[in-house]
């Protein structure tokens, strides 16, 4: 979800934009926010809201020092650092719940939603978007590829950064949080250039960025040799990002 899938396909018939535009949050909540892609997406969606609240375990400090596009500089924006696990909040004291692309990214995911699950009012809207693995193209295949071995140098460091989800696990998850009334959109870069240019340096300077992180693996050399191989399939059959399942559910 986002500008970066600027060629989309969705795989319901319904317009998910013109459903987050009929959305009128009071308080909103965007859960391990990190810099606030997520709220920028949340901002140009909905059809209004008084408040957006963004939770991380970052920092403070940290979040300003990555936030290049000042998302949380707006008087109605603002950043609180707290566990997604343990939201601080009342039972129902939100009216729209988000999270975008960070499900992979906790230690425990479903204890998440559950807590966004408590802090929605009846009746109202979770927008929960996550990348998957699964029903890919070649390009596509890629991207993954590249993110999961990401993925293993973060877990060889401590990081929480598992490898992402098949499109059924997230439906499930979501289902057993207690959401209903799910639309479930298939978001699929099918028309983007696997060979742009920019794209490709991107990627290549996250690869090297990534083998500098560990360098002082003892198994370096894998790491690395996997690391050719990705460079080469970027050249051979390019990349397009990884298709994203967009779920705009309710609280009964």
């Known amino acids: 979800m986002g500008k970066e899938h600027k060629n989309t396909k969705y795989g319901n018939t319904d317009d998910p934009g013109l459903i ?139 990081v929480t950064h598992r490898e992402t989800y098949k499109r059924c696990d997230l439906v499930e998850m979501i289902e057993r949080a207690g959401f209903i009334e799910n639309k479930y959109f298939d978001i699929i870069d099918s028309e983007s250039d696997p060979h742009d240019e920019e794209r490709k340096k991107y990627f290549y300077d996250a690869i090297e960025k990534y083998l500098y992180r560990a360098n002082s693996f003892q198994n370096l050399p894998f790491f690395k040799e996997q690391a050719k191989k990705l460079l080469d399939r970027i050249d051979r059959i390019g990349i397009r990002w990884s298709p994203v399942l967009l779920a705009i559910s309710k609280k009964q």
């Open 20 to 158: 987050l535009s009929k959305i009128h949050g009071k308080r909103v909540l965007d859960v391990a926010t990190g810099t606030g892609s997520n709220i920028q997406h949340l901002k140009n969606s909905l059809g209004s809201f008084k408040e957006i609240i963004g939770i991380d375990l970052e920092k403070p400090e940290r979040i300003k020092k990555f936030d290049h596009d000042g998302i949380f500089n707006g008087q109605n924006i603002r950043y609180i650092q707290m566990d997604a696990a343990q939201l601080k909040f009342d039972d129902c004291s939100f009216d729209v719940v988000s999270i975008g692309n960070s499900l992979h990214h906790l230690e425990d995911p479903e204890t998440v939603l559950s807590q966004m699950f408590r802090v929605l009012e009846e009746k109202r809207w979770a927008v929960i978007s996550e990348m998957y693995r699964n029903r890919l193209s070649p390009e596509s295949q890629t991207h993954v590829l590249v993110h999961h071995w990401w993925a293993g140098i973060d877990s060889a460091l401590g």
